[in-house]
């Protein structure tokens, strides 16, 4: 079956680059995503990567993807407060079809 | 464009009751799913509707049940409530299979 597995938890200092760490069990996954939680909020999509693409860049955010090693990873360059949040890694279109499957989410902390 | 909204934002509600929540796609999107998120089972996918057709359907009892209106508004419906059914309820939209869009979500709780 589909699972997606990351690190529980990330802290950095204001300024640093931080990166979070992914891995995804299915292969047959034609996309792959980040989305970010805020407190008592729902899902914001932050970027996604075709499966097979090696690397996203949007503004501060690099996606890089390993499909060998089913490895995905979330840079965020100049990491800002406003980064702290909950940032979980999803895959889709493999055998769950429609269905996002999701990662624990990892808790990124931001310390000034 | 008005993102995906969800009501009520917040219910409680007593076990055995049933309860009804409710999800407004972004305008054009045909595609709905719905997704439960709890602390310990984290984000799981209930089921996804499309054109008024559920399209797809994740491992949830029948107590879980849900449909979609013509104009793309869903609802999704729990009856019988148990205490682990308390958990935060998101709903998605897409146009496209790739893009999902969360709405805010509901937060239930079942006492």
């Known amino acids: 079956g589909e699972d997606v597995e990351q690190s529980l938890f990330l802290s950095v200092r204001e300024g640093d680059s931080s990166v979070i760490n992914c891995t995804y069990t299915d292969s047959s996954s034609t996309y792959l995503y980040w989305y970010k939680q805020e407190p008592g909020a729902g899902l914001q999509l932050l970027t996604y990567?075709?499966?097979?693409?090696d690397m996203k860049q949007d503004q501060r955010l690099t996606v890089l993807l390993n499909k060998k090693d089913k490895h995905l990873s979330l840079r965020i360059a100049d990491t800002q407060t406003g980064d702290s949040a909950i940032y979980f890694c999803?895959?889709?279109?493999?055998?769950?079809?429609?269905?996002?499957?999701f990662g624990k989410g990892t808790t990124l902390s931001v310390s000034s | 464009k008005a993102g995906v909204t969800q009501t009520p934002r917040y219910l409680i509600k007593t076990r055995g009751q049933q309860v009804t929540l409710s999800c407004s796609p972004i305008s054009g999107h045909r595609s709905v799913s719905w997704y439960q998120q709890t602390p310990g089972q984290g984000l799981q996918f209930l089921f996804e509707y499309f054109s008024e057709t559920q399209r797809n359907k994740g491992n949830f009892p029948g107590r879980f049940s849900g449909r979609q209106f013509s104009n793309s508004r869903s609802e999704m419906n729990v009856s019988t409530l148990e205490l682990g059914d308390s958990a935060l309820y998101l709903c998605a939209s897409s146009l496209l299979a790739n893009e999902q869009f969360f709405g805010p979500g509901t937060r239930l709780t079942v006492l």
């Open positions: 990567i075709f499966s097979n693409m």
């Open positions: 999803a895959e889709i279109g493999g055998q769950a079809g429609t269905a996002l499957i």
